[in-house]
């Protein structure tokens, strides 16, 4: 029998972090499925002997921030992930930087009720909103065309002002959009079976417009794969990430959670929380282990 959950996850820095969350998904999901996709190129994994369900993604992708290398690798890592003889019935995409606030009968309960292929947050960005927050913004990533920022300033880790050129005249033809296939935005981080994944991947070889458009805009990563996935109506989407984010600090990055955020994600339905960081305190990792047990 195939295992009922799996794992792909996808990092690039803070190996001893990540090293705990794939040894807490062995003890909660009893050493389960899980594709590793780690960029070499960016930091070494220390010399470890992993256990068998544990499998690193071959030819690893060179994956930059906003960039379709994101999209690239998440594809590369289910591929080979339902290439595997042990493939689960259904995956979690997973960072580093992530961790679970649930135990795992809660989670496997939750993500069995329904029967659905995909849970995935997603909006359809809607030109005739494009005017209002957030909606704005969504067109802006996903229905313009974006300058990206040079290597210098990806280099220096800096900000770059978004600048947004609107498709108009002749020039909307080359948007891979229509009728049948709206824009579709949402998280990253998702969870899918199977059947999606035999899609996506289909999709990917076969109807190459979406990802040369997507090649070319910034943030593809939370639009690609919800784009194919959305506008499928084969699959039964639950319209959910099951994550917990706290995006008060009013920046682009979540904020880093710690032992007083607990209550809230305890709170919460979700069954994993992000940003957590290791070099900031181990005490959030020892008190969920708690109550994930």
């Not at 799996?6 to 389960?32: C, D, E, K, W, Y």
């Not at 992930?81 to 259904?90: E, F, G, K, L, N």
């Not at 990533?141 to 300033?153: E, T, V």
């Not at 994600?265 to 959030?284: C, L, T, V």
Request: hydrophobic fraction near 40%; aromatic fraction near 12%; charged fraction near 25%.
């Amino acid at each position: 029998m195939s295992a009922p959950l799996g794992f792909i996850l996808m990092t690039h820095s803070n190996s001893q972090q990540s090293l705990r969350l794939v040894n807490r998904l062995n003890a909660m999901f009893n050493f389960p499925p899980i594709m590793w996709h780690h960029d070499f190129s960016k930091s070494a994994l220390p010399e470890a002997k992993f256990s068998s369900n544990v499998n690193f993604v071959r030819n690893p992708v060179r994956a930059q921030r906003a960039e379709f290398t994101l999209v690239e690798a998440e594809l590369r890592s289910m591929e080979q992930m339902y290439s595997r003889p042990d493939a689960p019935d259904r995956f979690v995409l997973l960072s580093g930087q992530d961790y679970p606030i649930k135990p795992a009968g809660q989670i496997l309960a939750d993500l069995q009720a329904g029967n659905f292929d995909a849970h995935m947050e997603f909006t359809r960005v809607r030109e005739d909103l494009k005017d209002a927050e957030p909606m704005r913004m969504l067109y802006k990533r996903h229905l313009c065309f974006n300058f990206p920022p040079p290597p210098l300033f990806r280099w220096l880790d800096r900000s770059w002002p978004m600048f947004a050129l609107r498709y108009r005249g002749p020039f909307r033809g080359l948007l891979p959009f229509s009728r049948e296939l709206g824009c579709c935005v949402g998280s990253q981080w998702f969870v899918a079976n199977r059947r999606v994944v035999e899609y996506v991947l289909e999709f990917h070889r076969t109807k190459r417009k979406l990802a040369r458009y997507y090649q070319r805009t910034m943030f593809p990563d939370e639009a690609y794969v919800q784009t194919i996935v959305g506008n499928a109506p084969q699959l039964k989407i639950n319209n959910k990430s099951w994550r917990y984010v706290d995006w008060s600090g009013g920046t682009s990055h979540p904020k880093i959670l710690g032992v007083a955020d607990l209550p809230k994600m305890q709170a919460s339905p979700a069954h994993f929380a992000r940003k957590f960081n290791m070099d900031k305190g181990a005490e959030i990792f020892d008190r969920l282990d708690e109550v994930t047990a």
